[in-house]
């Protein structure tokens, strides 16, 4: 039982740049959602997704795309980088209620130049 | 919408002494709490979470935390602190009408020798 797992783990990126991070999770749990962690500022949601098919905005979505084809991968995208998206990148995973405590991953470090 | 206030954003104690993080929340709705904490260059972990019941709940790790729901509060607290506990710990709530966690800014704690 992996839980959840992130790739890269480190990133580097030139202004305008497309790139994807990866998620997967084999706990087959129905939420999953992305963060970002920047000094003095906690974690912010990006987006989130109840279920396969089912995808919704948080805090902070614009740059970011994502999608949830299976139950097991929730991929983010950023569209064409940006410096202010120079970040490290949560992916977190939970059942479907909402007293459940979420599954973090090792994050991914992204620096955008 | 909720949100989480981290009242000290580092706190320094010494080893065998206790410890309070402090955490208040604000929310129209009844809410599910939550403590996590992140070891450097990792995830975050759960520690505790408050759902219903008992407001004084125990987690991992030795840690204990209150809900005082007059004064909308949630502490976290360790009678007794080893070097081991130095970490970010982050306080969360997510209500119960939705499923996004609202994270606070975190605590920075170091156990000094």
């Known amino acids: 039982n992996a839980g959840v797992t992130q790739t890269p783990k480190f990133q580097v990126l030139k202004t305008g740049q497309s790139m994807t991070l990866q998620c997967a999770q084999d706990m087959n749990h129905e939420y999953m959602s992305w963060y970002r962690q920047d000094p003095g500022m906690g974690l912010r949601l990006i987006h989130y997704s109840v279920g396969a098919g089912i995808t919704d905005q948080g805090e902070v979505p614009n740059g970011y795309n994502v999608s949830r084809s299976t139950t097991e991968d929730f991929p983010l995208r950023l569209l064409s980088a940006a410096p202010s998206q120079t970040s490290v990148y949560f992916c977190a995973s939970s059942q479907f209620y909402r007293g459940g405590g979420q599954y973090f991953g090792p994050g991914t470090r992204l620096t955008v130049t | 919408a909720q949100s989480v206030t981290q009242l000290d954003s580092q706190v320094p104690v010494f080893e065998e002494a206790p410890v309070e993080l402090r955490c208040n929340y604000s929310s129209s709705v009844s809410v599910y709490l939550f403590w996590y904490v992140q070891y450097p260059n990792q995830g975050l972990q759960l520690l505790l979470k408050?759902?219903?019941?008992?407001?004084l709940v125990k987690g991992i790790n030795g840690f204990e935390a209150e809900f005082n729901k007059s004064q909308t509060s949630f502490h976290l607290r360790k009678p007794s602190v080893h070097i081991s506990d130095t970490a970010e710990y982050f306080c969360a709530v997510s209500g119960n009408t939705g499923n996004q966690f609202y994270f606070g800014t975190g605590t920075s704690l170091t156990v000094i020798p």
């Open positions: 408050y759902l219903s019941g008992s407001t």
